[in-house]
């Protein structure tokens, strides 16, 4: 992994360039980047759910679906968990309070919804991560049910598998689930503390545990084109890259810079808190009973931070979505 740059710089007005809670991401044919956001307001009890579109080089171009100040506004979100475009450039996002499927196009225009509370076929307990096929076939995480469904792209159930448990197929509050070039479906199994490979027709293939060092609550999975997996291993604060058949890679901390154009942009009017930063200690040395993952990331500016989301654009480049530092960190993978 080649670290190419960050976007990001937090937005804490709900509105505008920037991200509050950015907790996934996605890609529309013209490879223009959808993240999603759901953050909350400092003071208060307002919510800062919407969608933010910009481009790889920073231009920001829009967002929808807001929520903000306790206000719904524009269509509807509640607590947004992620997204994900088909082939026709339709946007799938899943809503986990709502137990919802909302749809937008590409250009912000709200098309409909489905979905219901329950644990019947069809209905939706928690839905978490989405993915979907070559075919547009639509594949949804149930965090509280413990089992993915297949949908067709307008909702309709077409089947499922899974239940709460250990053992091959079963679960423990999944969350991040993505697709490869076969159609064979990865699950993030968070609370099993390992990725699970299916079929498409929900088939148990095999199971990724990273033997040489645990992963600790993956949240996020994505394959390359080349087969290679990206885990976002959430506990520890790193990504894990595997080979197709499971081989440790690598383990990849975050490399991020202060400078983005968004903080360039920020730091020309607020010329104090850059100086600020600029003499900060970025990376401090830390005492010995906060050698952990989550405190050395917290201290770390260049580290991973609350990794949520693991997303391959349209030329191969991995976006690492980190929800606590309101950023993407961009890199180029292995087969690129």
Known sequence: MKFLKTIGIISDQGIGMGFSGPIATAFDSQNTAFVLNRGHEDQGSGNLFRVTVQTFEEDFLTEFATWYGNKLG??????????????????????????EVLIYDNES?????????GNKE????????????????IYISEQYNNRIQKFS????????WGKFGTKYGEFNLPWGISVDKKDNIYVADWRNNRIQKFSKDGEFITLFENNKEKLLRPSDVAVDSNGYIYISDWGNERVVVLDENGKHISNERGKSTLSTAWT????????????????????????EHLQTPYHISSQSEPLF??????????????YVTEFRRHRCQIFNLRSA
């Open 74 to 99: 524009d269509k509807k979100l509640n607590t947004p968990s992620d997204l994900e475009f088909d082939s026709n450039d339709r946007l799938y996002i899943t809503d986990e309070v709502n137990n």
């Open 109 to 117: 225009n709200y098309i409909g919804k489905w979905g219901k509370a």
């Open 122 to 137: 069809g209905e939706l307990s928690g839905p978490s991560g989405i993915t979907i096929d070559s075919k547009n076939n």
């Open 153 to 160: 792209k307008d909702g309709e159930f077409i089947s499922s």
């Open 264 to 287: 360039d942009e920020f730091f020309e009017s607020n010329i104090d808190e850059r100086d600020s930063r600029a003499k900060a200690n970025l990376i401090p040395d830390l005492p």
């Open 305 to 318: 931070w609350g990794i949520t989301d693991l997303s391959i654009d349209n030329l191969g480049r991995l």
